[in-house]
């Protein structure tokens, strides 16, 4: 089994763009799409990025989704930050029978 | 519209099993294009994958390594639902559960559970 690795905590203010980080331990990043999701306090989570890089319908353009082979990482870029994009971020892939999760970033817009 | 709707006790009691129901409305848990998985959450471990079931011409499961040995998803095609069993608990199976649909991408979640494995 692989894991993904998050930074614990970002902060940026509102109107600027934050860039979330997930590296894969073993394996390439290409070979399995990479998932986002956004959790608010008290919710479940919900999807704001599919296979890499695709927005579900309502989803905003302000997000947007990417890999990087060089680093074997994905990234979750959120550019127009507003106060309601305050919330926990993870990061989802998988292998042949396996979905694996990242440890969740706390993004604070301050 | 997909709906996940989780049903199950709160409690449980060290050693006993944990046993959680999810009821699909809008898909067929015999739908040949989707996974009905069970996610667990908690601040220490995180967002945890446990295991899913699928149909595709016949049954299939996927369980994490880390509870293989305790773990059984079961699909219900009368009920149209599907449920979570894991045995021999301890306070470190204390989460809120999830049912979730999907294959790759986790399209839909259940309201969430939360699990308190106490005497």
């Known amino acids: 089994n692989f894991m993904l690795t998050q930074p614990h905590s970002v902060s940026e203010s509102p109107g600027k763009t934050v860039t979330i980080s997930c590296t894969r331990s073993?394996?390439?990043?290409?070979?399995?799409?990479v998932q986002w999701y956004q959790q608010r306090p008290g919710s479940s989570p919900t999807t704001v990025i599919y296979e890499d890089n695709q927005r579900p319908s309502g989803v905003p353009d302000r997000f947007s989704g990417s890999i990087d082979s060089s680093s074997n990482s994905a990234s979750l870029t959120i550019s127009g930050l507003k106060t309601e994009d305050e919330a926990d971020y993870y990061c989802q892939s998988y292998d042949s029978s396996n979905q694996v999760f990242g440890g969740g970033t706390k993004l604070t817009v301050l | 519209q997909v709906q996940l709707q989780q049903s199950g006790p709160g409690l449980v009691k060290p050693s006993q099993t944990l046993s959680l129901t999810c009821a699909i409305s809008?898909?067929?848990?015999?739908?040949?294009?989707?996974?009905w998985n069970w996610i667990r959450q908690s601040p220490s471990r995180g967002l945890e994958w446990l295991g899913r079931?699928?149909?595709?011409?016949?049954?299939?499961?996927d369980y994490a390594v880390s509870v293989k040995s305790r773990i059984t998803i079961n699909p219900d095609t009368s009920k149209n639902q599907f449920s979570l069993q894991l045995n021999s608990v301890t306070p470190e199976d204390t989460a809120v559960y999830y049912c979730a649909r999907g294959m790759v991408t986790i399209v839909n979640w259940g309201q969430g559970t939360l699990v308190t494995v106490s005497s």
């Open positions: 073993s394996g390439s990043i290409a070979s399995n799409y």
């Open positions: 079931t699928y149909y595709r011409s016949k049954w299939y499961n």
């Open positions: 809008g898909d067929s848990v015999s739908s040949n294009s989707a996974a």
